[in-house]
């Protein structure tokens, strides 16, 4: 799993207390997952791989995405329109731009940008696990906290195939960059101001 800053113990509390709110979060976020991965299939068409297992990962999402819609109607909360807190367009404005670099034989890739890419999504992913293992180690509803135990497990997958992803475009080891963007993360996380959702609040 990949190596984050730690959520700060205060966010769990912050979570619980506004528990509608992260739910409806969460739901946005695993749509914005399968979004995202079909995203990428589309971009690099002639990456050898990148369309199956987005699909699949997208498909996976949004079967993440049906269940906590379930769990939103078992618990008799509308799932609604809700401002995000700004956490991946935070970490997509560290992206390095594309370079020419033709690395793998594949002329689609955009080299450094599509590490940057895959990079950020693994970040996203290794949160987004770390965050649901907290809430279902906290969440009083046991229904729930079954739900994030399970999700929690597939989000570092998810992680880890994005850095298979980004190593494969950078045709070896991403760890300096992985670091920097690490340390990015935890800082777009840490914004002052923001409440307790699934991807803000320390
Ligand atoms: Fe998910
Ligand atoms: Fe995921």
Known sequence: ML????TSPTWVAAALADLPRVL?????CESKAA???????GRHPAWPRLALSMSRL???ELVHFERVLRELERLGIPFRLQAGAGYASGLQAAMRPPTSARRGGCPTWQGDRTVDE????????ARSHER???LAGAVPDERLAGLYKELCEAEARHGDLYLELAEEVAGGPVTDRLAE???????VLA????????HAGG
């Open 3 to 6: 190596p984050l800053e730690p």
């Open 35 to 41: 979004t995202t991965a079909l995203r990428h299939a």
């Open 191 to 198: 914004r002052p101001g923001l409440s307790a959702l699934m």
């Open 132 to 134: 649901l293992e907290l």
């Open 24 to 28: 409806v979060d969460h739901a946005h």
């Open 118 to 125: 895959m990079l950020v999504c693994a970040l996203i992913e």
């Open 58 to 60: 997208a498909r996976e």
């Open 181 to 187: 963007l690490t340390r990015h993360e935890a800082a």
